[in-house]
């Protein structure tokens, strides 16, 4: 069965500290998808990137870059110079295929980030 | 223009009453889910609709009964309300994968609290 495993919990840091979030995934599927969510206090979930297992690049989006690697099965999330409106719950998910070709997200627990001014 | 919209927002209700959540989407995706966000904040699917066609059903009772009226909305009727059921209930869609796993938007979520 797939899985997605975000280690930690909560993490608190400084206004303009670097934070790396990890993922670590498990799959017997070659093909896979991989994304990040963010939810931000208020609740609602917002996309942040989807990347499949053949693209390795690294990702830069701003402050916020990603890193996969499939050697560790991880993709991890950093956000420099973190800001306050970053804190918010970011989960990690693995999409996996299903019948009928529709797919199901499944998500980490995810990790809720408090970045204090 | 909201994407994913879902109505209501907050619903409070009493155990063993009925009660239905609707979701709406413009963005002309084939497949809608909804999931389910317990109060650990984890997210688990639940149904997943094609075009219309119950494609996901996932471990969930059969107090839950999903319905697709066509390929833009997606409602959840609940049965029966328990305590357990009180949850975050977030809709999403996406276009349609065949197999390559599309992005699922999601709604802003329904707070259910089930007294």
């Known amino acids: 069965a797939q899985k997605v495993t975000q280690a930690q919990t909560e993490i608190s840091v400084v206004e303009k500290e670097d934070v790396t979030l990890d993922c670590v995934y498990e799959?017997?599927?070659?093909?896979?998808?991989l994304f990040w969510y963010k939810q931000p206090p208020s609740g609602e979930l917002v996309f942040l990137i989807r990347?499949?297992?053949?693209?390795?690049q690294n990702e830069i989006s701003g402050r916020y870059s990603w890193n996969f690697q499939k050697s560790t099965s991880s993709f991890n999330f950093t956000i420099t110079a973190s800001q306050v409106v970053d804190s918010a719950v970011y989960f990690c998910?693995?999409?996996?295929?299903?019948?009928?070709?529709?797919?199901?997200?499944?998500f980490g627990k995810g990790t809720k980030l408090t970045v204090n001014p | 223009d909201t994407a994913v919209s879902q109505t209501p927002k907050y619903l409070v209700t009493q155990m063993g009453n009925d009660k239905s959540i609707k979701c709406e989407q413009n963005?002309?995706?084939?497949?809608m889910y909804w999931y389910k966000q317990d109060s650990k904040k984890f997210l688990k699917i639940m149904f997943s609709?094609?075009?219309?066609?119950?494609?996901i059903n996932e471990t969930v009772p059969n107090r839950f009964s999903p319905k697709s009226p066509d390929k833009a909305h997606l409602n959840l009727h609940i049965n029966s309300l328990e305590l357990g059921d009180s949850a975050v209930y977030f809709c999403?869609?996406?276009?349609f994968g065949a197999g390559f796993q599309e992005t699922q938007y999601f709604g802003p979520g329904t707070r259910l609290l089930v007294l």
């Open positions: 990347r499949n297992s053949f693209d390795e």
């Open positions: 799959t017997r599927d070659t093909t896979y998808y």
């Open positions: 998910a693995l999409s996996e295929a299903s019948q009928g070709g529709s797919e199901k997200l499944v």
């Open positions: 609709y094609n075009n219309k066609e119950l494609i």
């Open positions: 999403a869609s996406s276009p």
């Open positions: 963005l002309g995706h084939d497949t």
